[in-house]
């Protein structure tokens, strides 16, 4: 009989489960790993959703109220002189009933005619030939690869949009004092080029994004085609870039029609625009009559700007 005592049968072993079993945890199959369930995965959910939400200005307290004032100092006197217009008294601040006769007054003056005729054809021109150099120079910054001085160009182009306008006034002033002194003439051809060269920019920011915006497979496929550089202008580029151009020209005509700060440094006598004859008018005996021309003024800046959303919008 042996002393050695027979051991005792233990538990039999569990069989192994896997991450499909109930209860038991969650198996990572592409790393192999074994994961717990995450108490705490809602609430980083929760925490992350808060920090990637993006940052909207009109949710900040007071902004409905900074907004409601802002267009409440920007409309209501342009309202208020549009209804001042139709003014029966002569009196600009007091009510005297509503008439159309200031707009009468101002149809049949002739100071205002001519200084209309004048603002028109300076407007009408400078638009002209700003459109034209900026065109071209979008075309030479936009159509072909990038250059050394690139950069340097759109800065020199864009010059007048970043100086005070007062200083490239009085720089116009001196400039063309000096050609007034050397040829004795002393004609509007002076305020058109003053007007040119400051709406080029405006002028050139629609037409170089219109350029940009432009696809290059129908001008490659011109010139596979074996047309000329002039007939592939001509027939797909000129085109397709007419809206930016027709945008920039009228941007140009409505900043040279609205204009005082040159004019007023670069006209000679007798060379009254319409902003500077209304200014003229302001510093005398204030009538409705000013109310009626900036009425109409209003009017045609905002059918021009209308035109220009409508063409530098983009469709579908």
């Not at 980083?44 to 004032?69: C, S």
């Not at 040279?256 to 007798?270: H, N, P, R």
Request: hydrophobic share 50%; aromatic share 10%.
């Amino acid at each position: 009989m042996s002393d050695r005592t027979p051991p005792r049968p233990g538990p039999a072993p569990e069989p192994r489960r896997t991450g499909t079993d109930s209860g038991a945890p969650a198996q990572d199959r592409g790393r192999g790993e074994t994961k717990g369930p995450d108490r705490g995965a809602p609430a980083r959910g929760r925490g992350r959703a808060a920090q990637a939400r993006p940052f909207n200005v009109t949710t900040m307290p007071g902004f409905a109220t900074v907004a409601i004032l802002a267009f409440v100092l920007l409309y209501v006197p342009i309202v208020t002189m549009v209804i001042y217009s139709f003014n029966a008294s002569d009196s600009v601040a007091l009510w005297g009933g509503f008439s159309t006769r200031w707009y009468a007054i101002a149809w049949e003056n002739d100071f205002v005619q001519e200084a209309t005729i004048r603002s028109l054809v300076i407007a009408t021109s400078a638009a002209v030939i700003a459109s034209t150099l900026a065109t071209m120079a979008a075309l030479g910054t936009t159509r072909r690869k990038r250059f050394r001085g690139q950069t340097l160009i759109y800065v020199m182009i864009n010059q007048p949009l970043m100086v005070p306008e007062i200083v490239t006034a009085v720089a116009l002033l001196i400039f063309f004092a000096a050609i007034k002194t050397a040829t004795g003439y002393t004609g509007l051809a002076y305020l058109i080029l003053a007007h040119s060269a400051f709406c080029v920019p405006f002028a050139y920011l629609p037409i170089r994004a219109r350029l940009e915006g432009m696809d290059l497979t129908l001008e490659r496929a011109a010139a596979d085609l074996y047309a000329t550089p002039f007939q592939t202008f001509r027939r797909i580029t000129l085109p397709l870039m007419a809206p930016g151009i027709a945008a920039g020209a009228m941007l140009s005509f409505v900043i040279s029609l609205d204009d005082v700060i040159i004019t007023e440094f670069v006209k000679s006598a007798g060379q009254d625009t319409l902003p500077t004859y209304m200014l003229g008018q302001l510093r005398r005996a204030v009538t409705p009559e000013v109310n009626a021309i900036s009425t109409a003024l209003l009017v045609l800046t905002v059918l021009l700007l209308t035109a220009f959303f409508l063409l530098t919008r983009k469709r579908g």
